[in-house]
């Protein structure tokens, strides 16, 4: 090859590392565009934008492009190294033996990394630092190939979309975000310093909280502060003035014959303006929902209604819980807006492998402190969500103080009963190593 053509051939190979760097730039932007941040700038009159945005609504029809032009830049990359900058390197090294292998090697080589370093990673690296404003500046460019190359684009949609047909795979099945990918995002979002630790609590509280059912936030009926309308007015005042709660259920003699509920704050203002103070006058109906319904759905009739209280009830209507919109919200925030509130229960380290442990420690509690993936004998069928309830299934019947159970690792001593209700268990956890056989769940009992 003369050596005329040597400005052409590295004219030509600059030429397409350059579309090389644009397409990798251009791929970047899109995938890593925030739309939010775009419609910002939309909404304040900046037409770059709303072009911009207009590629984010079919992102795929522009991504094919430019893994049509990546393609193609590293194809033709490719034929200029074979036919031409090969021989001409293999002329320089004509005395060497081999000669022909060394510049091919050696060529191959050079242009490899100047095509990563400048086609791909250089210009990504440039994109990240600031996606949409890339996008913004490119947009016009990107449009107008995508016109001229949709023709070739369809056609080679197609034909992938007819081979995935003849696998068995749906095409047009969108991908669907996981809520592993959320936790995921913002877990990552939280170590770069984009979302504080207390938001990633919140989150995960959330999606935490899309599984759970009434039952499993209620304040049991054995819990519950009521008021009884038998009782003295003066009694039932001083009950509510050193009780913290401000939606206070009522009932008469027993919640089985529930009457509703009382606001602290319609007595407060009835003992400011002087009236006289009766309770029925400022009974009020709660919401009734059964043990079975969503907290999402109990938080919509919440909003719908603006009643902030419910009484749960079961399969018999009859009442078993109380749940109010500040238990809800104290699950997604973690922790109590009420300083004075009753303590959550607890689990108490005692040594160095056991635990004295509330009855109404909760089981996802229990189970998330010991990496537990697996559900506990009967959890499905039982329905029981506190450890208490479960030891109680376990053992299938009401036990009595000092009896024990295993299960797997765990020993399980009941310390304390309240009357019917398992109120302290000491746990114990045995860290053995792990076999290839199941073990047997056995139940031990000492009196």
């Not at 009434?214 to 509510?240: C, G, V």
């Not at 969503?294 to 919509?300: D, N, P, S």
């Not at 030891?391 to 797997?408: A, D, M, R």
Request: proline content about 5%; aromatic content about 10%.
């Amino acid at each position: 090859m003369d050596s005329p053509d040597l400005p052409l051939l590295i004219l030509l190979t600059v030429f397409l590392v350059s579309a090389s760097s644009f397409f990798a730039l251009a791929e970047t932007a899109i995938t890593e565009s925030h739309k939010s941040r775009l419609e910002k700038l939309a909404d304040d009159g900046d037409k770059n934008a709303v072009a911009a945005l207009t590629i984010l609504e079919m992102p795929e029809n522009v991504l094919s492009v430019v893994q049509i032009g990546i393609t193609l830049t590293s194809i033709l990359l490719g034929i200029v190294i074979g036919s031409a900058i090969a021989p001409l390197l293999e002329e320089v090294l004509h005395f060497l033996p081999y000669a022909h292998t060394i510049a091919f090697v050696l060529s191959t080589i050079a242009i490899s990394y100047f095509t990563l370093l400048m086609g791909e990673f250089l210009p990504k690296k440039i994109a990240w630092q600031n996606p949409e404003k890339y996008l913004q500046r490119f947009h016009r460019w990107l449009h107008v190939l995508e016109y001229i190359t949709r023709p070739a684009v369809s056609f080679l949609s197609n034909s992938a979309n007819f081979l995935l047909l003849l696998v068995g795979i749906n095409p047009h099945v969108t991908d669907t975000v996981t809520e592993d990918e959320v936790k995921d995002l913002i877990e990552q979002g939280t170590e770069e310093g984009t979302f504080e630790k207390a938001e990633q609590t919140m989150v995960d509280n959330i999606f935490h909280m899309s599984d759970q059912t009434a039952y499993a936030l209620m304040t049991p009926r054995t819990q519950m502060f009521w008021i009884d309308l038998e009782d003295s007015i003066e009694h039932n005042l001083r009950l509510i003035k050193e009780n913290p709660e401000t939606i206070i259920p009522v009932g008469r003699d027993s919640l089985d014959d529930f009457c509703g509920i009382l606001h602290a704050k319609d007595l407060l203002d009835a003992c400011l303006e002087k009236r006289p103070i009766e309770l029925s006058p400022f009974i009020r109906q709660p919401l009734f929902v059964p043990r079975s319904m969503e907290t999402f759905r109990v938080l919509e009739k919440f909003r719908e209604t603006g009643v902030h209280a419910a009484v749960v009830l079961d399969e018999y209507g009859g009442v078993i819980g109380f749940l109010t919109l500040t238990d809800i919200m104290n699950e997604i925030i973690g922790t109590s807006f009420d300083a004075d509130e009753i303590d959550a229960p607890q689990m108490i380290p005692r040594g160095k492998d056991a635990w004295y442990m509330d009855g109404l420690f909760s089981i996802d509690d229990f189970k998330e402190k010991f990496d537990i993936d697996v559900p506990l004998p009967d959890e499905d069928k039982a329905h029981f969500q506190t450890m208490g309830g479960f030891l109680t299934s376990y053992f299938g019947y009401i036990p009595k103080e000092t009896e024990v159970c295993q299960w797997n690792d765990f020993t399980f001593e009941i310390v304390d009963m309240d009357r019917a209700r398992i109120d302290k268990i000491l746990v114990t956890h045995r860290r053995r190593p792990k076999t290839n056989e199941t073990e047997e769940n056995t139940v031990t009992r000492a009196h």
